[in-house]
């Protein structure tokens, strides 16, 4: 499966941006699918994943309750909804598929990456 991340930008803190992933393929409904953030100097960060069936959701302690993450499988779409945005949040923000079809929260689990979007909170 090929992925293509968009939506990102730059925006004021206490806002909101809406980042979603295009996927190719007609397997994309067995993935399991997860979004990660990646800041300069920083590893790679978990924060969120969804189950192939968009029953099951995992969120990082950092974005829990402001980030919402969701999927479309019969639009190949998966989604990342941020609100109130902190100037923290600022990374390169990643989309990634395991063939699992689970909620994980390792990199390593993950098969297919996307190409990454740039997310700039402003204070």
């Known amino acids: 499966v090929q992925l293509q991340a968009s939506g990102g930008g730059l925006v004021q803190a206490g806002g909101s941006l809406r980042l979603s992933c295009a996927a190719s393929?007609?397997?994309?409904?067995?993935?399991?699918m997860g979004w990660f953030r990646q800041a300069p100097g920083k590893e790679r960060e978990f924060i969120a994943s969804?189950?192939?069936?968009?029953?099951?959701?995992y969120y990082s302690d950092s974005v829990k309750g402001r980030f919402t993450i969701s999927r479309i499988n019969a639009k190949n779409t998966l989604s990342l909804q941020m609100n109130s945005l902190k100037p923290e949040d600022t990374a390169v923000y990643y989309c990634?598929?395991?063939?699992?079809?689970?909620?994980?929260?390792?990199?390593?689990?993950?098969?297919?990456w996307g190409q990454g979007t740039q997310v700039t909170v402003s204070s």
């Open positions: 990634a598929a395991n063939s699992r079809g689970i909620v994980a929260d390792l990199t390593n689990m993950y098969d297919y």
């Open positions: 969804i189950n192939w069936n968009g029953a099951r959701t």
């Open positions: 393929g007609r397997t994309f409904s067995s993935y399991g």
